[in-house]
């Protein structure tokens, strides 16, 4: 089955790094995605990672993956305001994506 | 334009109107879905396209019918809604040849019903 989990809120000062985590069930995911939503947006993808992969950098944001447990986390480094957001993981199964219900990152100064 | 479009930004109905949302994607994508985006709630998939054929329909009430008629537009019929369905619908779009296939999703409409 798909089921994402991830935590529902973060605060994190500005200039730290900030970590958002996720857990997935489905053993058979080749993807898996972090999406980044702003107030009055859409989702935008950040990145992704092959589930072969135990970790992707990409300039300030860290992805790291833990196929065994099957755990994967999203590490931005030195937080600016403008990474307030709502964070989603996502799993990849047949033609779609199984999403969490997203974290909401707040910065504060 | 280029990338998902979705209109209308905002609608409010009445349990009683019939109104459509409608997304386009200038992509080339052969994939479109509709999701449900409730706060504190993971995405429900509603409905997906594939290749202008409906391959899922996650027991979606029959107050919510889906249409797509090219593999460029997708809309969503509403019709005697309640008002728990006020929520933020987002279309997305992908290519699914190959085993990545990141959506890209349009700004959203949100909907609520009185």
């Known amino acids: 089955g798909e089921d994402v989990e991830q935590s529902l809120f973060l605060s994190v000062r500005e200039g730290d790094s900030s970590v958002i985590n996720c857990t997935y069930t489905?053993?058979?995911?080749?993807?898996l995605y972090w999406y980044k939503q702003e107030p009055g947006a859409g989702l935008q993808l950040l990145t992704y990672?092959?589930?072969?992969?135990d970790m992707k950098q990409d300039q300030r944001l860290t992805v790291l993956l833990n196929k065994k447990d099957k755990h994967l986390s999203l590490r931005i480094a030195d937080t600016q305001t403008g990474d307030s957001a709502i964070y989603f993981c996502?799993?990849?199964?047949?033609?779609?994506?199984?999403f969490g219900a997203g974290t909401t990152v707040t910065v504060r100064a | 334009e280029t990338g998902v479009t979705q209109t209308p930004r905002h609608l409010v109905m009445g349990m009683t109107n019939k109104k459509s949302l409608k997304c386009e994607q200038h992509?080339?994508?052969?994939?479109m879905y509709w999701y449900k985006q409730s706060a504190k709630k993971p995405l429900e998939l509603m409905f997906v396209?594939?290749?202008?054929?409906?391959?899922e329909n996650n027991s979606v009430p029959s107050r919510f019918s889906p249409e797509c008629p090219n593999s460029s537009h997708l809309f969503l019929h509403l019709h005697t809604l309640q008002p728990e369905d006020s929520a933020l619908y987002l279309c997305?779009?992908?290519?699914?040849?190959?085993?990545?296939?990141?959506?890209?999703f349009g700004s959203g409409t949100r909907l609520t019903v009185v």
């Open positions: 489905d053993s058979s995911s080749t993807y």
């Open positions: 997305a779009s992908s290519q699914v040849e190959g085993s990545h296939y990141g959506y890209t």
């Open positions: 992509l080339g994508h052969n994939a």
């Open positions: 990672i092959f589930s072969n992969m």
């Open positions: 996502a799993e990849n199964g047949d033609y779609k994506l199984s």
């Open positions: 396209y594939s290749l202008e054929e409906r391959v």
